[in-house]
């Protein structure tokens, strides 16, 4: 069975520390999963119910004016020129989790995927059945076959930015093995401070084997609604859509509604990233305060902190100020001494557990 061939899903693990943190008089603060707590937008939610009374069944590669309002944000944001493909996504995880799957890699192909990573990349080749191997630039990788290779920039769960000239190695490096590039560039817009580039910017027109990954989630508050796109290679795009039409894989008809009025609007998200720049000061000097480093997070939704010591401790002692944060070790080997912050709370939720971090 597929189950066999998956890990314990690892936020299970961290449920007694959550119920560890419920246990505060002022209650918990969540600053583990990222999770949008802010309002979905008003055009967003009358978009969704404009289009709710629709009975047909969705368009697996999207409404044209949903296809055409991403197309919009990738040339607005991740200056994507030359011809490109387009695609909807019932948000971006499902994407990350079956993507070796939908092409077709199977057990002859390995997946390349960072040493710090979100674990559904790890998770998707199991999926497939596909071996993986872990590398941060293309040195690492092993002489094997590879059919894809994920990069992360911002990165979850360290907020670390992809150089230009890292994106373009990588870029010619997946080209040489014939490999598809996918980057996941969900919290590019989310630059505090450096501001990230798309890999699309950088192909001069030729998107050859490339996919860039978003999703509205953080951007638009729509994790509920899971609305995610990719964009790029219009080959691996039609290749994507024709396996997608086969196997159901499709966002709702309402959804796509919400989306093409999220990606329209740039007011509401440029609200969202205020609020989210105003949020991560205050808890990064309550970090900084308490004698934690908080390391790379120039980019995302995330401060990945260390105090120097085997991450669990660190979330222990959090949970009993009834504050949770998820476990480096969730992300890889190399975060055994971190832990991953989350900026995704209310004002007034950011602003007790900085003083409870503080001290």
Not at 11 to 37: K, Q
Not at 286 to 292: D, I, K
Request: net charge negative.
């Amino acid at each position: 069975m597929l189950s066999d061939r998956l890990p314990q899903f690892p936020w299970d693990r961290l449920a007694p520390y959550g119920e560890r943190a419920r246990r505060h008089p002022d209650g918990i603060v969540d600053l583990s999963m990222g999770t949008p707590v802010d309002p979905v937008p008003p055009l967003v939610r009358r978009a969704l119910e404009s289009a709710s009374a629709e009975p047909g069944y969705p368009l697996t590669a999207g409404t044209p004016e949903l296809r055409e309002a991403i197309a919009a944000w990738l040339r607005l944001h991740c200056g994507v020129t030359g011809d490109f493909g387009v695609l909807p996504t019932i948000g971006s995880k499902e994407l990350v989790g079956l993507l070796p799957m939908l092409l077709g890699l199977g057990e002859s192909r390995t997946v390349v995927i960072p040493r710090l990573a979100y674990p559904t990349y790890d998770i998707g080749s199991r999926v497939s059945g596909s071996p993986v191997t872990m590398a941060d630039h293309p040195g690492q990788v092993p002489a094997v076959d590879v059919g894809l290779i994920w990069v992360n920039s911002p990165g979850n769960p360290h907020g670390k930015v992809a150089t230009a000239g890292e994106l373009r190695a990588w870029v010619d490096f997946a080209r040489s093995r014939n490999a598809v590039l996918a980057v996941d560039e969900c919290y590019l817009t989310l630059g505090w401070d450096t501001e990230p580039v798309s890999v699309l910017s950088l192909l001069d027109g030729d998107n050859t084997g490339v996919l860039a990954v978003h999703s509205l989630s953080k951007r638009s508050n729509l994790a509920g609604y899971r609305a995610g796109f990719a964009g790029g290679d219009p080959a691996v795009i039609a290749a994507l859509l024709e396996a997608r039409k086969h196997t159901g894989l499709i966002v709702p008809t309402p959804v796509q509604a919400a989306m093409a009025a999220a990606l329209g609007d740039e007011e509401h998200a440029a609200g969202q990233k205020a609020a989210y720049r105003a949020r991560r000061e205050i808890l990064r000097e309550a970090l900084v305060a308490r004698g934690m480093r908080v390391d790379h997070s120039e980019a995302g939704l995330y401060l990945w902190a260390t105090a120097g010591r085997d991450c669990w401790d660190t979330v222990a002692e959090f949970a009993d100020l009834g504050v949770l944060a998820a476990p480096g070790e969730f992300y890889g080997p190399g975060g055994r001494e971190h832990v991953r912050v989350a900026l995704t709370a209310t004002d007034e939720r950011i602003k007790a557990a900085a003083v409870r971090l503080a001290g």
